[in-house]
């Protein structure tokens, strides 16, 4: 573990790492340590308890949040999405066939606010050209960087990374709930987990212990930019969620039912019971309205069609009596005196009497 820190502490003073280290196993911290500068100008060095803005980690907060609400069945996993948001909210590309599921996956063929190849970030910063980052504070703020767009494939075509997505299950979230995302995101996954130094303070606040990002640039470090004019004000559902290196231990642990330091994210074992008794009642009665839908079309089938007569089966046991062969028709004699009751069907000749 020593040669770790000196490690890490050579790279701190090259400006090649800032940040926290913390190593959990069992619920008990191996390793810990933190090296380098939360802030340049005025010489903070970082603290285990410094917060940093986790930029796409947050995305693990948001699906956590949305998959809370499908599982409390609030919102579906596989329902329209136009069901759901209202027009203002919906981009123009979205369709029947877009679900909840195809935004958590990546799947949904929706087009990105910005360039995910574009390592340098530069297509990601131009986005503030066209909104000033101090007026994005909600999920709705960032729907003009994205919502006239064209979708690049049809949904559940394809994977392909974007932050998009995540706006649009934040605003789903809204929608469903009628609270705002980030209190929804507050009561449901970081209060549960034990999350006390996570939020989405608004950069204008001054959050307390925050570091400062500063941009990885040719050059001396002494001339790197902060991010200060290349964040939102508020962190959004797709990024800039606040906390502290801690806070992703209890947030993993939650969500992995490990209640050592933190809450628990997962159902109770009797809480899975009951989902599993409710997932075979609904399973009887769909194989139950099943064999009724068969016995109808089996009815209806068997049923004779308007303005036919059906012929009646043969009774069991019995056989179809054999339609005789038509023949030359014979006159029966019938001698004098006697009676003609009928003719029979079959011709008879009676013997003449003298």
Same mark, same amino acid.
């Given at each position: 573990?020593?040669?770790?820190?000196?490690?890490?502490?050579?790279?701190?003073?090259?400006?090649?790492?800032?940040?926290?280290?913390?190593?959990?196993?069992?619920?008990?911290?191996?390793?810990?340590?933190?090296?380098?500068?939360?802030?340049?100008?005025?010489?903070?060095?970082?603290?285990?308890?410094?917060?940093?803005?986790?930029?796409?980690?947050?995305?693990?907060?948001?699906?956590?949040?949305?998959?809370?609400?499908?599982?409390?069945?609030?919102?579906?996993?596989?329902?329209?999405?136009?069901?759901?948001?209202?027009?203002?909210?919906?981009?123009?590309?979205?369709?029947?066939?877009?679900?909840?599921?195809?935004?958590?996956?990546?799947?949904?063929?929706?087009?990105?606010?910005?360039?995910?190849?574009?390592?340098?970030?530069?297509?990601?910063?131009?986005?503030?050209?066209?909104?000033?980052?101090?007026?994005?504070?909600?999920?709705?703020?960032?729907?003009?960087?994205?919502?006239?767009?064209?979708?690049?494939?049809?949904?559940?075509?394809?994977?392909?990374?974007?932050?998009?997505?995540?706006?649009?299950?934040?605003?789903?979230?809204?929608?469903?709930?009628?609270?705002?995302?980030?209190?929804?995101?507050?009561?449901?996954?970081?209060?549960?987990?034990?999350?006390?130094?996570?939020?989405?303070?608004?950069?204008?606040?001054?959050?307390?212990?925050?570091?400062?990002?500063?941009?990885?640039?040719?050059?001396?470090?002494?001339?790197?930019?902060?991010?200060?004019?290349?964040?939102?004000?508020?962190?959004?559902?797709?990024?800039?969620?606040?906390?502290?290196?801690?806070?992703?231990?209890?947030?993993?642990?939650?969500?992995?039912?490990? =209640?050592?330091?933190?809450? $628990?994210? &997962?159902? +109770?074992? /009797?809480? *899975?019971? @009951?989902? #599993?008794? %409710?997932?075979?009642? !609904?399973?009887?009665? =769909?194989?139950?309205?099943? $064999?009724? &839908?068969? +016995?109808? /079309?089996? *009815?209806? @089938?068997? #049923?004779? %069609?308007?303005?036919? !007569?059906?012929?009646?089966?043969?009774?069991?046991?019995?056989? &179809?009596?054999?339609?005789?062969?038509?023949?030359?028709?014979?006159?029966?004699?019938?001698?004098?005196?006697?009676?003609?009751?009928?003719?029979?069907?079959?011709?008879?000749?009676?013997?003449?009497?003298?």
């Amino acid at each position: 573990m020593d040669e770790l820190r000196a490690w890490l502490d050579e790279r701190a003073e090259q400006h090649l790492f800032s940040g926290v280290v913390l190593v959990h196993r069992g619920g008990e911290p191996v390793f810990s340590h933190a090296a380098g500068l939360a802030h340049r100008g005025h010489g903070v060095p970082v603290r285990a308890d410094t917060r940093f803005a986790v930029a796409s980690v947050t995305k693990l907060v948001t699906a956590t949040a949305a998959l809370q609400l499908v599982e409390r069945g609030a919102l579906g996993l596989h329902a329209p999405l136009v069901d759901v948001l209202p027009a203002e909210h919906r981009p123009v590309a979205l369709t029947r066939e877009h679900t909840l599921h195809h935004l958590l996956s990546h799947t949904s063929g929706l087009t990105n606010y910005h360039d995910d190849d574009d390592e340098t970030g530069a297509s990601f910063i131009a986005c503030w050209d066209r909104i000033p980052t101090y007026h994005v504070r909600k999920p709705a703020d960032m729907l003009p960087l994205f919502a006239d767009l064209p979708a690049h494939s049809p949904p559940g075509a394809r994977f392909s990374y974007g932050d998009a997505n995540y706006i649009l299950i934040g605003l789903v979230i809204e929608a469903v709930t009628g609270r705002s995302y980030h209190d929804v995101v507050a009561a449901e996954v970081l209060a549960p987990a034990g999350m006390a130094d996570a939020g989405f303070d608004a950069l204008d606040t001054d959050p307390v212990r925050l570091a400062t990002g500063y941009q990885v640039a040719d050059g001396p470090y002494e001339t790197w930019l902060s991010n200060v004019f290349s964040i939102t004000a508020t962190g959004m559902p797709d990024g800039g969620m606040i906390c502290a290196a801690p806070d992703l231990v209890r947030l993993i642990d939650a969500l992995r039912g490990e =209640a050592h330091r933190a809450g $628990r994210l &997962r159902r +109770h074992d /009797h809480a *899975a019971r @009951r989902g #599993r008794t %409710r997932l075979l009642v !609904r399973l009887r009665h =769909a194989a139950r309205r099943r $064999r009724r &839908r068969r +016995h109808r /079309h089996r *009815a209806q @089938r068997r #049923r004779p %069609r308007r303005g036919r !007569r059906r012929r009646a089966p043969p009774r069991r046991g019995h056989h &179809r009596r054999r339609p005789q062969q038509p023949g030359p028709r014979v006159l029966a004699r019938v001698p004098p005196g006697a009676r003609r009751v009928g003719a029979p069907r079959s011709p008879v000749t009676f013997p003449s009497v003298v």
